[in-house]
C-alpha cells in the first residue's frame, strides 16, 4: 500500500531537548510539507520542500529545521529554541507539476508533548 | 496574499438534516479547491476538489461547486450521517501568489450529528 508514515504517534519530551519527527512517503511524490495543528485550529505551514535537498520556510519555521537528504523522507526537528511545541503535528506529500496545484496527502500524525 | 475563510462552528445536526459549510476564498489567478475531513485523532483526507470554475467535485454524498463569481466553494450533503462527524477543512492551492501545490486552509469547521 502507498502512503506517507509518521511515527511516533505519540511523543513525550523535557522542556529543553531536541526532538525529530518522522515523516515516510511511498508515493514518488516530490514535494512533502510539514504542518503545526493547535486544539481547535486550523494548520499552520512550517517548512516544505520541492525537490530533494531544497526546502522553504513556511510561516512559522522560528525553532524548526528540516532536511530533505532522499525523496521519501522529510524529518521535522523541534528545538529547544521553539517556545511552545506541544502540538499534533502532520506531514503530507503532493506531485509538483506546472500547470495545476495537486492535492496533498496527509501522514496519521504525531502528538508531541512538552512536560 | 491567499485567505480562505469559513463559516464558524461547531455544527450539530441531527441525522438525516441538510447540511451546508460555507467557504469563501481570495486569490488571484485560478486557484484549485479542496475540501478536506479530519476524524479524531488522525490525519487529513481529501474529500473532494475542482480545480476550474464551475466545476463540481463529489464524494460518499457530499458536493461542491467552484463558483469565480463569489469566489466560494460551500459544501453540502442532503443527509448527514452520524458517521460524518469530524472537522471538515476548506483549502485552495495555486493562483498565482503561491508556489507548487502548497496548500492555504480555512480554519476548519467542527460537525457533530447526532443520532
Known amino acids: 500500500d502507498g502512503g506517507i508514515t509518521q511515527s511516533p504517534k505519540y511523543l513525550f519530551r523535557k522542556e529543553g531537548q531536541n526532538v525529530t519527527l518522522s515523516c515516510e512517503q511511498n508515493?514518488?511524490?516530490?514535494?512533502m510539507y510539514w504542518y503545526r495543528q493547535d486544539p481547535g485550529q486550523g494548520l499552520r505551514l512550517i517548512y516544505y520542500?520541492?525537490?530533494?535537498?531544497?526546502?522553504q520556510k513556511g510561516d512559522i519555521a522560528e525553532g524548526y529545521s528540516v532536511s530533505r537528504e532522499k525523496k521519501e523522507s522529510f524529518p521535522l526537528t523541534v528545538t529547544s529554541a521553539q517556545k511552545n511545541p506541544t502540538a499534533f503535528y502532520l506531514c503530507?506529500?503532493?506531485?509538483?507539476?506546472?500547470?495545476?496545484?495537486?492535492?496533498?496527502?496527509f501522514g496519521p500524525g504525531t502528538r508531541l508533548t512538552v512536560l | 496574499g491567499n485567505s480562505v475563510t469559513q463559516m464558524e462552528g461547531p455544527v450539530t445536526l441531527s441525522e438525516e438534516a441538510f447540511l451546508t459549510i460555507n467557504c469563501t476564498y481570495t486569490?488571484?489567478?485560478?486557484?484549485?479547491l479542496f475540501w478536506y475531513v479530519q476524524y479524531p485523532g488522525e490525519g487529513l483526507q481529501l474529500l473532494l476538489k475542482?480545480?476550474?470554475?464551475?466545476d463540481k467535485g463529489s464524494n460518499k454524498g457530499f458536493e461542491a461547486t467552484y463558483r469565480k463569481e463569489t469566489t466560494s466553494f460551500h459544501l453540502e450533503k442532503g443527509s448527514v450521517q452520524v458517521s460524518d462527524s469530524a472537522v471538515y477543512f476548506c483549502?485552495?492551492?495555486?493562483?498565482?501568489?503561491?508556489?507548487?501545490?502548497?496548500?492555504?486552509f480555512g480554519e476548519g469547521t467542527q460537525l457533530t450529528v447526532n443520532p
Open positions: 486569490a488571484t489567478g485560478y486557484p484549485s
Open positions: 520542500s520541492q525537490i530533494v535537498n531544497d526546502f
Open positions: 508515493l514518488n511524490h516530490d514535494a
Open positions: 483549502a485552495l492551492s495555486g493562483g498565482l501568489e503561491t508556489s507548487g501545490s502548497r496548500l492555504t
Open positions: 475542482a480545480t476550474k470554475a464551475d
Open positions: 503530507a506529500s503532493s506531485i509538483v507539476s506546472e500547470r495545476i496545484a495537486h492535492e496533498q496527502f
